[in-house]
């Protein structure tokens, strides 16, 4: 909805409740107000989320009641309002609305343009609301000063749990008001702050505020311009805090120093699960910081290495790592120009690791030779349950290798070999394991080549085969009554499954 048109909308609708009530009130004739309830209601149901919440509260009392008995009202918990061209004056409406709402816990704002102003109403409402818990103002310009009226706000909430600030220009003014709410703030446990230019000062007044906050878990800090300096600020209040668990700081410009600096900290860091250090320049001598880390490290459950560069390495330390970690269950190393000896290396990992249950490698060279090397693997590990090898150059052999162990694997859930080339006779021998594997609930093989010919041997599995409930293909290499027949049989065993 276009700002125009929302103020049309917005208006016309006060007027016409307005007119009706004074109709009733001053006339006695019939109106708006007077017809049956069901009516109304029905009426409401024409309405948008925002109409309501924004235009026909507290227009007379018998509304009011009226409302208040209209299940979509009792039921509305959010509103969406992303890109609806809304600014300050808008937004004051929905302050205003949200000043006495007892129902709305979530108000999701982004992309719109609020700016100070709308921050300053946005405040109005934090200060007197009792129940919203997560509102979510990314990429809605309020800026530093903005930040800075949201930051005196959370001084005196004490319901807010969940604050997104993602892509707004903060700056580090703006993040030390933040920061200084942090101090005293004992409700909010997750801070989004994705792209809100932060930089290195702003990183050092939040590192403080965590030394001393006991309750935010979850904080994202990404593409915040941070680099080595910034990362050490971070490893210092990782020191002391004990209550944050994830942590994202993808697209920082850490380097391999910034690494370190966080991986020294992990060794004794004993609140830590996630970690997020996506598309920043590690290499694979931090990658090797991250492993030295790993093998005392007795928390961290989720490793995210996208794009870091780390090469077969950096694979290789890792993989070292995880022969003596206990904890990690999770990790992505999607990116990194990994070829089939960084497989090997991973592979050996998998023969005796027994917490590990997802590994993502996407996008990277290990080709046939090191989709054999991990399919050897699976052959003897059981706690893997999702392996992610999409974009790998891998053919028919390599699918072949993985067909192989699927026999014998008796734990993977989920195999996703997308825009690789495995084309018809790798799908033969996939779909011929299928027969017999009663483990395999998600198959993704988008992308590869396959036309009719592969569909017609997964026709002939899925008549055996009962557990495989999601099949990718790229559909539009195959006739349309084959595609009919593979969807058939495969929302038989999804209804299988859920009886």
């Not at 933040?178 to 702050?193: G, M, P, S, W």
């Not at 391999?256 to 600096?261: A, E, I, L, S």
């Amino acid at each position: 909805m276009n700002k125009r048109k929302f103020q049309e909308t917005l208006i016309s609708t006060e007027d016409d409740v307005d007119n009706q009530a004074k109709t009733m009130t001053y006339q006695g004739s019939p109106s708006f107000l007077t017809l049956p309830i069901e009516i109304v209601h029905m009426i409401f149901d024409e309405l948008s989320d925002f109409v309501i919440i924004c235009s026909l509260r507290n227009v007379c009392t018998r509304l009011n009641m009226i409302l208040d008995t209209y299940p979509r009202y009792q039921r509305l918990t959010t509103i969406n309002l992303t890109y609806n061209d809304i600014g300050a004056v808008e937004l004051q409406h929905l302050t205003n609305a949200l000043q006495n709402n007892t129902t709305l816990t979530t108000v999701i704002l982004n992309v719109n343009d609020a700016g100070v102003d709308g921050a300053k109403h946005f405040t109005d409402t934090l200060r007197n609301n009792k129940t919203l818990i997560t509102p979510n103002l990314c990429n809605t310009a309020i800026e530093e000063v903005g930040a800075k009226i949201l930051a005196d706000a959370f001084l005196d909430n004490t319901t807010l749990t969940t604050l997104d600030l993602g892509n707004n220009y903060i700056a580090s003014s703006g993040t030390d008001g933040l920061a200084y709410a942090l101090l005293t703030n004992r409700t909010l446990t997750t801070l989004i702050l994705e792209n809100a230019h932060i930089g290195g000062m702003g990183i050092e007044s939040l590192a403080y505020a965590l030394q001393n906050n006991t309750t935010l878990t979850a904080l994202d800090l990404g593409l915040n311009e941070m680099e080595d300096e910034g990362a050490r600020y971070l490893a210092d209040a990782l020191r002391t805090n004990k209550t944050l668990t994830a942590l994202s700081l993808c697209r920082n410009n850490i380097g391999h120093m910034g690494g370190k600096y966080l991986a020294d900290v992990l060794q004794d860091n004993t609140a830590l699960i996630t970690l997020d250090l996506s598309e920043n320049p590690l290499y694979g001598e931090g990658a090797q910081h991250l492993a030295d880390a790993l093998r005392n490290n007795t928390t961290l459950t989720t490793l995210i290495l996208y794009h870091n560069a780390i090469g077969h390495l950096g694979a290789q330390h890792l993989s070292d790592a995880l022969g003596h970690n206990n904890t990690l269950t999770t990790l992505i190393l999607d990116h990194n120009d990994i070829d089939h000896l960084g497989a090997q290396h991973l592979s050996d990992t998998l023969r005796n690791n027994t917490t590990l249950t997802t590994l993502s490698i996407a996008c990277n060279k290990i080709r046939d030779r090191g989709a054999q090397r991990l399919a050897d693997a699976l052959r003897h590990n059981n706690t893997l349950t999702t392996l992610i090898l999409d974009n790998n150059d891998i053919e028919h052999l390599g699918a072949q290798h993985l067909a192989d162990t699927l026999r014998h694997n008796n734990t993977l859930t989920t195999l996703n070999l997308a825009f690789n080339k495995i084309g018809n006779r790798g799908a033969q021998y996939l779909a011929s394991v299928l027969q017999n594997n009663t483990r395999l609930m998600a198959l993704d093989l988008a992308a590869n080549e396959i036309g009719n010919e592969g569909v017609e041997h997964f026709l002939v599995a899925l008549r055996e085969n009962r557990t495989l409930t999601t099949l990718t293909l790229s559909w539009y290499t195959i006739e349309q009554n084959l595609k009919d027949r593979l969807e058939n049989l495969i929302e038989y065993n999804n209804e299988r499954r859920h009886c």
